[in-house]
């Protein structure tokens, strides 16, 4: 089983920038897939950006050359950085894991019960 903890939200203006922080310990796995989604109030879950254990790093059209997701092994931890941040990018951010690799190499059909840990979530307010 793995934890993730969640940090690194905010209140920013249109076009600053953030950094989301998703912390993981448990047990470690050879091939996995990590995942950013992100609930805006009154919309579904939706995928933002996956990454696997071979470093495919995917991204949905909207934040396509704004988010980068990437990974520190030696920290256990998986970022969000998103730069150019948007109204439209107003929500909660969750990050999430899964073994085996992600299931679908196209985030928009990315579906969150394709994962099996969350972390807690954390607002990101751009305005």
């Known amino acids: 089983h793995v934890q993730l903890v969640e940090s690194g939200g905010g209140s920013v203006q249109a076009g600053g920038s953030l950094r989301l922080s998703c912390a993981h310990s448990?047990?470690?796995?050879?091939?996995?897939?990590m995942g950013w989604f992100r609930e805006a109030s009154g919309k579904e879950r939706e995928g933002v950006a996956t990454i696997d254990s071979d470093d495919n790093r995917r991204y949905v059209g909207s934040v396509k050359g704004r988010f980068t997701t990437s990974k520190d092994n030696a920290k256990n931890t998986l970022y969000l950085q998103m730069n150019n941040l948007k109204p439209e990018d107003t929500a909660i951010y969750y990050c999430?894991?899964?073994?085996?690799?992600?299931?679908?190499?196209?985030?928009?059909?990315?579906?969150?019960?394709?994962?099996?840990?969350w972390g807690q979530g954390t607002q990101v307010t751009v305005s």
């Open positions: 999430a894991a899964r073994l085996w690799g992600c299931s679908t190499s196209d985030v928009t059909q990315v579906l969150p019960s394709d994962f099996t840990s």
């Open positions: 448990g047990r470690t796995y050879s091939r996995w897939c």
